[in-house]
């Protein structure tokens, strides 16, 4: 976990910023059809790679193979996020596998008491409630209830994955520059994707020009520039607020819906996102940790 008990106002601005330009991979997503998952993030990852590559030149700091090997983990992690949540899609509604993604804070937090030693303040884990009782909301709104169990526990897996990703990250930006970590990622899920789609037949050509630009969209603004902010942040907060930050994501998503989208916005959804940016704005102000005698 992040050693800083104190975030940085620049390190979380940076975080929020990236979260929510994460905002636009729901409509990327959308626009990249006929695109299948794993054609999407493997193009996600192909195309951010020259640019992470390049970002990542001259910025290396001196490291263990251990930290890379952290932040390959991380990459593996996000793919089998993405692959639950879609596998969960063909069991469940996407307003259930999107809501119990959201669990990932819960399992960050329980992982940095029960193993790192932490000992959240009760300001904190007030946050955490109110911000997953904004996503049920969200959920809700979209009309989220529970199905058959099946879907319901892939999700449920690929929240474990994410918050994974989360604590696999944190620890990698230890001793990795922002753009080292995120360039072993990408190009790990590059790798991945690849294979992935290879094994399970899924086309990678064949698409129109629309859904080429969408993920080419997705490789730029996405994974290099959103996550690019989002890997800074997190080695200036700790790993919890870190992944509390990413929650801000379904509110962006909302928020770019309305205004790029002309997608109405309900009240129910945003009395959600009130209640997600609340919890945030509480765990981002609560007290410093306390470690363990």
């Not at 493997?42 to 090997?69: C, I, K």
């Not at 029960?114 to 009782?133: N, P, S, T």
């Not at 058959?148 to 930006?173: D, I, Q, V």
């Not at 309305?258 to 704005?281: C, D, K, T």
């Amino acid at each position: 976990m992040n050693t800083r008990e104190v975030p940085d106002p620049q390190g979380l601005a940076a975080l929020i910023v990236g979260a929510s330009l994460l905002g636009f991979a729901a409509m990327l997503v959308r626009w990249a059809a006929p695109a299948g998952p794993l054609a999407v993030g493997f193009y996600r990852m192909l195309f951010a790679l020259p640019l992470v590559a390049w970002l990542a030149q001259g910025n290396a700091r001196p490291s263990s193979g251990r930290a890379r090997l952290w932040a390959v983990i991380a990459g593996a992690c996000f793919v089998l996020d993405l692959w639950l949540w879609h596998a969960a899609l063909h069991f469940t509604s996407a307003a259930n596998a999107t809501l119990l993604v959201t669990l990932a804070p819960i399992w960050v937090a329980v992982v940095s008491v029960l193993w790192m030693g932490a000992h959240l303040r009760r300001r904190f884990w007030a946050g955490v409630l109110l911000a997953l009782a904004g996503a049920l909301v969200l959920g809700l709104a979209k009309g989220a209830r529970w199905g058959t169990g099946l879907g319901e526990l892939l999700g449920a897996l690929g929240s474990l994955a994410y918050g994974a990703f989360t604590l696999a990250l944190g620890r990698a930006r230890r001793e990795l520059s922002a753009p080292e970590a995120l360039f072993w990622v990408v190009l790990s899920g590059t790798l991945l994707f690849g294979c992935l789609a290879l094994v399970q037949g899924e086309p990678l050509t064949g698409y129109p020009a629309k859904a080429w630009w969408a993920l080419l969209g997705l490789g730029v603004v996405v994974q290099v520039g959103a996550w690019w902010l989002i890997t800074w942040g997190l080695g200036h907060v700790p790993t919890n607020l870190g992944a509390m930050g990413l929650m801000i994501q379904p509110v962006a998503t909302i928020i770019l819906g309305w205004l790029l989208l002309s997608e109405a916005v309900r009240p129910l959804q945003g009395f959600g996102a009130l209640l997600v940016l609340a919890g945030i704005a509480t765990c981002a102000f609560a007290p410093p940790p306390r470690k363990s005698a």
